[in-house]
C-alpha cells in the first residue's frame, strides 16, 4: 500500500458514507485542505490526522510484518 492507495480508499468510504470533503474535515479535526491532500495521495500527509480521518470513517488498519518466515500449524 502506498499514499495513492490510502487516498482513493479514503475517499471511497466517504463518498460511500455521504459526506463531503468538508463534512470529514469538521467532524475529524482537520482542515478541508488535508482531506483533500489525503484522498490524492500527498505522501508527505501527518500520519497522526491521517489516522483520525481512517477512525472517523470505521476504517481499521491492520500491519503485518513481511519479513516473519515462521510457519503456522
Known sequence: MNASDLGKIIKEQRKK???????????????????????????????????RIVQTLGLRMIINDQFDKRISS
Do not use: I, Y
Open 17 to 51: 458514507l455521504k459526506l463531503t470533503q468538508k463534512d470529514l474535515s469538521m467532524v475529524s479535526g482537520v482542515g478541508t485542505r488535508f482531506v483533500s491532500e489525503l484522498e490524492n495521495g500527498k505522501e508527505t500527509c501527518e500520519l497522526g490526522k491521517a489516522l
